[in-house]
Structure formats: C-alpha cells, structure tokens
C-alpha cells in the first residue's frame, strides 16, 4: 500500500519468473532495539517450481504509529537469491539504524523515533506474506 492508496499495475519489485518461491521462518536477531543498533533478519526462501530460478528476498520497513508522515513501508534491504527446483536457501539480511530512520528538516539529520515498527517480507512490494515487530527505544 502506498500514500495515495492506489494500486500500482507493475509492483515494485514484480518480475516474471518461469518457476515459483515460497517465503517462510522470518526471525529477528532480538525483539527490541535501542535507535542506532542494527537488527539481523532471517528467512527462508524456496523454489517450489519445477525448474531453476532466480527471485528477490525484500524487507521493507513501516513505522506503526509514526509522529511524521511517512509511507506505510518502504524498502530497505533486499538480495537476489537462485535456486534449484525444490532448493531452500536462508537469506540474512542486516537493517541498519537509517533503516528505521527519516529525514527531519527540523534538525538537519536523519532521526529515528522510538516505537513499534513492522518488518515486511517477500518478493514485491504488493506480495509481502511474512511480517514480524520489532520495538525501537
């Protein structure tokens, strides 16, 4: 979902693909952070098609009750991951504090809040099917 709600005809991150992936075991590195500290996110990805393919772990980041505006989520990390048919592979991917962080003109500098934030996974901006919180203080 975007600011504007509307439905975007090509997602980002949406590609055509002969074989199909299922994402899964997303896991963070601790529940709760101090701002500034990074946070190591694990999942699974697997080739459920019959041939080998190519597909894009994303993790997006979205403020749950955030004091500026801001989108619903924005992309923060992402890796390009191959596998064989039937081939399960875990993805590491490491969000840093500018991950949580926004622009403020106020202070001249990035800020990060404190509060929950939503980590988003999967393989477009519109196909997001795994999710886990994380408590920034």
């Not at 590195?29 to 500034?36: M, T």
């Not at 697997?46 to 393919?53: K, P």
């Amino acid at each position: 979902m975007n600011t504007q709600h509307t439905t975007p005809r090509f997602p980002f991150g949406f590609g055509l693909s002969y074989t199909t992936f299922n994402f899964s075991n997303l896991a963070l590195s601790q529940p709760s952070l101090k701002a500034g500290d990074p946070l190591t996110v694990t999942l699974t990805v697997q080739n459920t098609g019959s041939v080998e393919g190519a597909t894009v772990a994303q993790l997006y980041v979205g403020e749950q009750s955030p004091k500026v505006a801001r989108p619903a989520y924005e992309l923060k990390a992402f890796q390009k991951v191959t596998l064989k048919p039937g081939e399960s592979k875990t993805v590491s991917l490491t969000l840093d504090s500018r991950s949580f962080a926004y622009w403020s003109n106020e202070k001249k500098n990035w800020q990060v809040d404190s509060g929950r934030f939503t980590i988003f996974a999967g393989d477009s901006s519109e196909h997001l099917p795994l999710k886990q919180e994380v408590n920034i203080h």
